[in-house]
Structures are given as C-alpha cells and as structure tokens.
C-alpha cells in the first residue's frame, strides 16, 4: 500500500540518525532503491523491484494517478475469521471494496 500510496520508504537508519542530530534529516539518501542494492546482497532476483517505490513515489507527486484508482474490487472470501482479517487493512483510501 505504500508503495502505490507514492510514499517514501526509508532505511530504518533514518529514524536513528534523524534522532541523533535532533531533527528530521532529508529523506532521499535514505531511501530504499537500486543504490541501495549492495545493502541487500546480490542474489536479490530482479533488481528492478528495487526501483518500484522510488518510481511510484516520483508518479504521484508529479501529479499522477495511485496504484489502483478507480478499481472496483469484488472479494470472495468464505472463511469468517480471515475475511475479517482482511477487512481491517485500509484500502478505503485506495479501493472499493
């Protein structure tokens, strides 16, 4: 969801940092992408998913649409217990349900 909502995902060393210097720092050196690739190792599949949120991210703040916007959605989901489950994500914002 996050990542068709165009927000920023960020290393968790952000939040660390941010708090060490007292104030919330730029967000773009902490962002998960291909740059960041040899902090998860080769091996990783196909490298383009590395670049997913940084493109989403870029789409939507340039005005484009959200992953998903205007999808009509019809769930069939028997089981009570995970139809409930489900039921408590927030896809109000993106989805109709």
């Known amino acids: 969801m996050i990542v068709s909502e165009g ?4 290393q968790p060393d952000f939040v660390e940092k ?6 919330w720092l730029r967000e773009g ?17 196909d490298e383009r998913l590395l670049e997913a949120p940084r493109r989403w991210r870029i789409h939507v703040a340039s005005g ?18 995970n139809r409930a489950a489900f039921m ?3 896809f109000s914002a993106m989805l109709t349900l």
């Open 7 to 10: 927000l920023w995902i960020l």
């Open 18 to 23: 941010s708090s060490a210097f007292g104030q």
């Open 29 to 45: 050196q902490f962002e998960w992408s291909m740059r960041k690739r040899d902090l998860l190792g080769s091996g990783f599949g």
């Open 64 to 81: 484009g649409k959200r992953a998903f916007d205007g999808w009509n959605v019809l769930l069939m989901i028997k089981d009570k217990t």
């Open 88 to 90: 408590r994500y927030e």
